[in-house]
């Protein structure tokens, strides 16, 4: 007789770290200005890894993880585990092992941190692990063995997630002044060893099952690469008194490393089967499944916050019964990409909350499909029931569907996507009219968020100041940005966005389709937390979101203000987009939404209009046979957001944190007068890719990492321009920090900027350039 398959257990890969009240961000914060103790902060932490495993546990979860939790980063986390501490912290990391985490994260006044950039194709960002030939690996697993030993102590049942080796691997980026052509994988058979003691360490501490993270495995890969993804886990899954492993992936399909994977003496693999990486499901066929082993479903999407169709879940577990030893479910990543519970948003419009699964919500799914899956629909019948009435409410609904929306993007033609004239005419009639000299100088947008300005808009909300007196608060602000810049002598000016609370947020409340949320924060980088809107419908624009303050920072300076907008490909990106449509179509919504802002700004008299899109290399698809229709309706919604302006009007756009070498085409395509981007952390490496594509605009490679609170003098802002200098000729270069200013303090923000000017001015001389 064949056994019966035992019940189908529930779990998630990872949870929010923030807490319902974001403790997390207010306790690091504190730590870092002296207001928090080490001990506190330890505290604090420790309460929020309880409180979310007791959540899961309620929940229904059955295997709870550990070691997902992190005070900044999970790949700096693993940094530390395997001492991959660069040269330069490790004096820190000895002194005191807390402050050299956070010096690595941060930076400080006299060493630079660690580069970042974003996880695979998410808003999340990681530490760039940096290595090199001399790179020396030891085991540390003390933080990994004491949190599996809390919640063992609190009666849960455990499992230990780690980023896998191949994945931290091809994550990392050659350490500076390491021989040209190093691969960080070629370390791979030096950290194996490594990574087998804290597996043994983790087993003798009792975990039965340790998840290894290898999301770098759905992207395309080399045969030599696939085949250092058989030899890890060849060596790790023969290893002696380790536990059982799983490895997990997730974000698209596994493709050829599934192979290589199910044929490893690994026990486990954890597999996502939402969008396009439900094509897993007929490849895992294809290999003949994983007989005798554990497959975890990923069936619930875990990085976008509708409800879940549970029919179409529980027909595609039902399928894999047949393919897997034992069939657990479970969510399709870690739960850290989304908001943690939508039953805390009472402002919304119930119906469209019914419509909606953070975190917690989420976990109740895959416990309800775990329980359907092991006791058949019958058990439950009420859950299903809810289920079909809620995804009936929402593809009914009139909040969806605005006829006149359709009718405006069916009509758009390929000559609304393109400027009058081309670049190089538009380009002399730019300078005729702006008047900028060689190297201009600006920022990206923002200014410093003060608690002050924080406390305005609580005030408002809470009824202590009427709008007369918010905005007498707002224009004081723009007119000490506007003197500052004025006073430092910077070129093109912004208004600060003190009205603005963060840079999708702001236009998404004064757009039809969007809903905002309340507590919807989402972990972006460190202690930096973002509300993604929720694009639920239909998307246009009731009137101008911009052009009032606009002029008014305008009028207070005769050096040309920029107007600021966010992108259509960042709107998206940085919202929680609806599945019911082509993100093609939503995003032409959006382009022709922001065209009017822009028509708009352009009479109102603003020259220079900033179309922000650092999100554009971010939503890249992980395959590269995906890139090029992605590509084709990115840079068209971008052209057809700015194409409709005159050609004197300068169109700049924006980009960060991310890697722009295989995006450069793209970048061009966009027709874009002047692009900014983030450079200083990589030193200029963006400005060398840009000239070996031949690109043939304006470029302001940042001089002035802005995540960092260490302030750059002169000097380094000088040595990285004339880098640039390099790459970019100078009357096509521009001289910027890398991202705005919004999260850092006013003490630094003046002392920085004054030392990026005093740079370009000494510069400038260099090359016998006037001040224009």
Not at 144 to 160: D, K, M, S, W, Y
Not at 234 to 256: C, H, M, N, Q
Not at 354 to 375: D, I, P, Y
Not at 474 to 485: A, G, L, P, Y
């Amino acid at each position: 007789m064949t056994a019966k398959p035992a019940a189908a257990r529930a779990t998630v890969y990872g949870y929010p770290r923030q807490g319902r009240h974001r403790e997390l961000k207010k306790a690091v914060e504190g730590y870092w200005k002296g207001r928090v103790t080490a001990d506190a902060l330890r505290s604090t932490a420790a309460g929020l890894r309880r409180s979310h495993w007791r959540q899961l546990a309620d929940a229904g979860i059955h295997e709870v993880p550990t070691g997902d939790f992190s005070y900044y980063d999970h790949v700096l986390d693993t940094s530390v585990m395997v001492g991959a501490v660069p040269a330069r912290h490790r004096a820190a990391v000895e002194a005191d092992p807390l402050d050299g985490y956070f010096a690595m994260a941060r930076g400080t006044r006299d060493v630079a941190p660690l580069e970042m950039t974003k996880w695979f194709d998410t808003n999340y960002h990681y530490l760039v692990p940096e290595l090199g030939p001399d790179t020396v690996f030891t085991a540390d697993s003390a933080r990994q063995v004491a949190e599996f030993g809390e919640a063992l102590a609190l009666g849960h049942t455990p499992r230990p997630v780690l980023v896998g080796p191949v994945t931290y691997l091809l994550l990392a980026k050659p350490a500076p002044g390491v021989p040209d052509g190093f691969e960080p994988l070629t370390l791979l058979d030096r950290l194996l060893p490594v990574y087998a003691d804290v597996l043994a360490d983790l087993r003798a501490a009792g975990a039965e099952w340790v998840q290894l993270d290898e999301p770098a495995l759905v992207q395309d890969r080399t045969p030599a690469e696939l085949e250092a993804a058989a030899r890890a886990y060849r060596e790790l899954g023969t290893a002696t008194a380790r536990p059982k492993l799983l490895v997990a992936s997730y974000f698209d399909r596994l493709g050829d490393a599934l192979k290589v994977l199910a044929a490893s003496p690994v026990e486990g693999l954890a597999l996502d089967f939402t969008g396009s990486a439900a094509a897993n499901l007929d490849d895992l066929a294809a290999v003949g499944g994983l007989p005798g082993k554990r497959l975890v479903a990923g069936v619930v999407n875990g990085r976008n916050v509708w409800i879940d169709d549970h029919r179409t879940s529980l027909a595609t577990l039902g399928t894999l019964l047949g393919l897997a030893g034992q069939v657990d479910v479970a969510a399709s990543c870690s739960l850290l990409h989304v908001p943690l519970d939508a039953a805390a948003e009472g402002d919304m419009d119930p119906r469209i909350r019914r419509w909606l699964a953070f975190a917690r919500q989420k976990t109740a799914e895959v416990v309800t499909l775990a329980k359907g899956l092991s006791h058949g629909t019958d058990a439950i019948g009420a859950e299903l029931a809810a289920n079909r009435a809620d995804l009936a409410s929402r593809a009914g609904s009139a909040h969806t569907r605005d006829p006149a929306v359709r009718a405006r993007t069916a009509a758009v033609t390929d000559a609304d996507g393109r400027r009058s004239q081309p670049y190089a005419d538009r380009s002399a009639a730019q300078r005729a009219h702006l008047g900028l000299p060689v190297l201009p100088t600006t920022t990206i947008g923002s200014f410093p968020q003060t608690d002050e300005l924080r406390a305005a808009r609580a005030d408002l909300r809470a009824g202590r100041i009427d709008a007369a007196g918010y905005e007498d608060r707002i224009r004081d602000e723009i007119r000490e940005v506007i003197s500052f810049q004025e006073r430092t002598g910077v070129d093109v000016l912004v208004h600060g966005e003190p009205e603005r609370n963060d840079m999708v947020q702001y236009f998404a409340e004064q757009l039809t389709g969007y809903v905002a949320t309340r507590h919807g924060w989402v972990q972006s980088y460190g202690t930096r937390y973002v509300r993604p809107p929720v694009l639920a419908g239909d998307v246009s624009r009731p009137g101008p979101m911009t052009v009032r303050w606009t002029t008014y920072a305008q009028a207070q300076t005769s050096r040309p203000v920029k107007g600021m907008l966010t992108g259509p490909v960042t709107m998206l990106a940085w919202s929680f987009v609806r599945d019911d449509q082509p993100r093609a179509d939503t995003a032409r919504q959006v382009a022709l939404a922001l065209r009017d802002e822009v028509a708009d700004l352009e009479a109102a008299g603003t020259s220079v209009i900033q179309v922000d899109e650092p999100a554009l290399r971010e939503t890249l698809p992980l395959r590269a046979a995906d890139h090029a229709g992605y590509l084709a309706w990115a840079t068209e919604s971008f052209r057809l957001t700015t194409a409709g302006v005159r050609p004197d009007t300068q169109i700049h756009t924006h980009m960060c944190y991310a890697e722009f070498g295989d995006i450069v085409r793209a970048i061009d395509d966009l027709d874009a007068d002047v692009i900014s981007l983030e450079a200083a952390r990589s030193h200029m490496r963006v400005a060398d890719e840009l000239a070996a594509h031949g690109y043939p605009r304006e470029a302001g490679p940042g001089v002035w990492d802005i995540h960092s609170p260490r302030v750059p003098d002169t000097a380094e802002a000088a040595a990285l321009l004339r880098k640039g200098l390099g790459a970019i000729p100078a009357g096509r270069l521009w001289v910027n920090p890398d991202c705005g200013l919004k999260t850092r303090g006013w003490p630094e923000t003046r002392a920085s900027l004054e030392n990026l000017v005093a740079a370009a001015r000494e510069v400038r001389a260099e090359l016998g350039a006037d001040e224009g």
